[in-house]
């Protein structure tokens, strides 16, 4: 073999060797490129935020995340500042506006409040804030007991299932919900209803007795109960009577028509017979002349 095919035998060896290297790393350099995660710069909590917090500068902090952009996720801090928290929210997690009041509601229990609802004040004590497990989170039954205006005086107290599932918003001033349910001992607790129900629980705890029963958050069924009374507690009898029905109303009768005219009798005319006699007097004579009598019609 000459020289001079050897030398083109190398020449595109080492040719084919630096197209193969320099193809290798174009390849390379395109994966990794590729496989680099994108990040964009979104608002974390720079500390663990309560319920019922305002939101600060300080409080803030801008980080960047890889992956997905969380759903609903604040990516100015202006847009978070000055409003309140309603949903706990930890250090390190992303701002969300769900977990944010709206602008201007402030914060404290009050931004709290969904939109439509009301937060009714409830007098409690130990009995009736359930030994003291009645805390920021729970849902609770409210009973009443009392004598119903009109009831049969036989029957004695009777009790009665108000509302149902009701959430307690905040026990006395705490509105931070416990994770582990520890007991606190509260004078006031309230509740979270609707205009309606706020009436309704208004006029119950100045005119009755009221009781809370503790029910778990994920039992969401609402109970049909029929009450009860005390002269049950001695009979075995279960619920209150059905209220008195009404009594039947009388039955209408069809208006009548004008009256007809009733007919009137009228008697026959009476035929009375008239004997007609014309006396003529001429001078001192005296002279009486009969006709054939007439018959005359006497009405």
Same mark, same amino acid.
Request: net charge positive; glycine share 8%.
């Given at each position: 073999?000459?020289?001079?095919?050897?030398?083109?035998?190398?020449?595109?060896?080492?040719?084919?060797?630096?197209?193969?290297?320099?193809?290798?790393?174009?390849?390379?350099?395109?994966?990794?490129?590729?496989?680099?995660?994108?990040?964009?710069?979104?608002?974390?909590?720079?500390?663990?935020?309560?319920?019922?917090?305002?939101?600060?500068?300080?409080?803030?902090?801008?980080?960047?995340?890889?992956?997905?952009?969380?759903?609903?996720?604040?990516?100015?801090?202006?847009?978070?500042?000055?409003?309140?928290?309603?949903?706990?929210?930890?250090?390190?997690?992303?701002?969300?506006?769900?977990?944010?009041?709206?602008?201007?509601?402030?914060?404290?229990?009050?931004?709290?409040?969904?939109?439509?609802?009301?937060?009714?004040?409830?007098?409690?004590?130990?009995?009736?804030?359930?030994?003291?497990?009645?805390? !920021? @989170?729970?849902? /609770?039954?409210? &009973?009443?007991? +009392? $004598?119903?205006?009109?009831? *049969?005086?036989?029957?004695?107290?009777?009790?009665?299932?108000?509302?149902?599932?009701?959430?307690?918003?905040?026990?006395?001033?705490?509105?931070?919900?416990?994770?582990?349910?520890?007991?606190?001992?509260?004078?006031?607790?309230?509740?979270?209803?609707?205009?309606?129900?706020?009436?309704?629980?208004?006029?119950?705890?100045?005119?009755?007795?009221?009781?809370?029963?503790?029910?778990?958050?994920?039992?969401?069924?609402?109970?049909?109960? !029929? @009450?009860?009374? /005390?002269?049950? &507690?001695?009979? +075995? $009898?279960?619920?209150?009577? *059905?209220?008195?029905?009404?009594?039947?109303?009388?039955?209408?009768?069809?208006?009548?028509?004008?009256?007809?005219?009733?007919?009137?009798?009228?008697?026959?005319?009476?035929?009375?017979?008239?004997?007609?006699?014309?006396?003529?007097?001429?001078?001192?004579?005296?002279?009486?002349?009969?006709?054939?009598?007439?018959?005359?019609?006497?009405?």
């Amino acid at each position: 073999m000459n020289k001079r095919l050897l030398s083109v035998l190398g020449f595109a060896l080492v040719v084919s060797v630096v197209a193969t290297v320099v193809l290798y790393r174009l390849i390379v350099t395109k994966l990794a490129v590729s496989a680099k995660p994108t990040t964009t710069q979104i608002i974390v909590a720079n500390r663990n935020l309560d319920i019922g917090s305002l939101v600060k500068d300080s409080d803030l902090k801008i980080v960047g995340w890889s992956g997905p952009q969380p759903k609903g996720a604040i990516l100015n801090a202006a847009d978070a500042i000055g409003r309140g928290v309603i949903a706990a929210i930890y250090e390190g997690e992303p701002i969300l506006d769900t977990r944010l009041a709206m602008k201007g509601a402030g914060a404290g229990m009050a931004a709290t409040i969904p939109r439509g609802m009301r937060a009714v004040a409830l007098r409690v004590n130990d009995v009736v804030g359930v030994a003291g497990f009645v805390v !920021p @989170g729970m849902r /609770v039954d409210i &009973l009443i007991a +009392g $004598n119903p205006p009109g009831a *049969s005086g036989n029957l004695g107290t009777q009790t009665k299932t108000l509302l149902q599932n009701v959430e307690v918003l905040s026990a006395g001033q705490n509105i931070q919900k416990d994770a582990e349910g520890k007991p606190v001992s509260v004078a006031v607790v309230n509740l979270l209803v609707t205009p309606e129900q706020a009436e309704t629980l208004s006029l119950a705890s100045s005119e009755t007795r009221i009781q809370l029963i503790l029910r778990n958050p994920i039992d969401t069924d609402t109970a049909k109960t !029929p @009450g009860t009374a /005390v002269a049950n &507690l001695f009979s +075995g $009898n279960s619920g209150l009577p *059905s209220p008195p029905s009404a009594p039947p109303k009388p039955k209408l009768k069809p208006a009548a028509g004008p009256a007809k005219p009733v007919p009137v009798a009228t008697a026959e005319p009476v035929k009375v017979i008239v004997p007609l006699t014309v006396e003529v007097i001429t001078g001192t004579s005296r002279t009486e002349t009969k006709f054939k009598p007439e018959e005359v019609k006497q009405q």
